[in-house]
């Protein structure tokens, strides 16, 4: 699913209009973005959360020479599911085991 139908959705399942709905997206992006930036975790009960993890520096090596290279620390997002939708995926897991 594309940005564009997921504010489809969104506005389509709210009763929005599409700049509406894009408008929502966007300050959700926004607010989760900067609770991850301020080091907050951003938990939504059933769906997930968000949380920022830090990687450490370390050594590399470049594929193609070998040679050792630094790698530098670096923090990113991660997304960790919830109990809903890890049963989602366990039950089309689940149904394409019994189809087989």
């Known amino acids: 699913m594309k940005k564009s139908e ?4 969104m506005a389509e399942g709210a009763g929005l209009t599409k700049a509406q709905a894009e408008k929502a997206l966007a300050s959700f992006i926004a607010g989760v973005t900067g609770a991850l930036t301020a080091g907050d975790k951003v938990t939504l009960v059933g769906f997930g959360t968000f949380s920022a ?3 450490k520096a370390r050594t590399g090596r470049n594929p193609q020479t070998g040679k050792a290279i630094k ?6 997002g991660k997304f960790s599911p ?6 989602l995926t366990s ?7 019994k189809k087989k």
């Open 82 to 87: 919830g109990k809903s939708l890890k049963d």
């Open 6 to 9: 997921l504010v489809a959705k």
């Open 53 to 55: 993890i830090t990687r």
């Open 91 to 97: 039950k089309k897991a689940a149904s394409k085991t």
């Open 71 to 76: 790698i530098a620390a670096k923090t990113s």
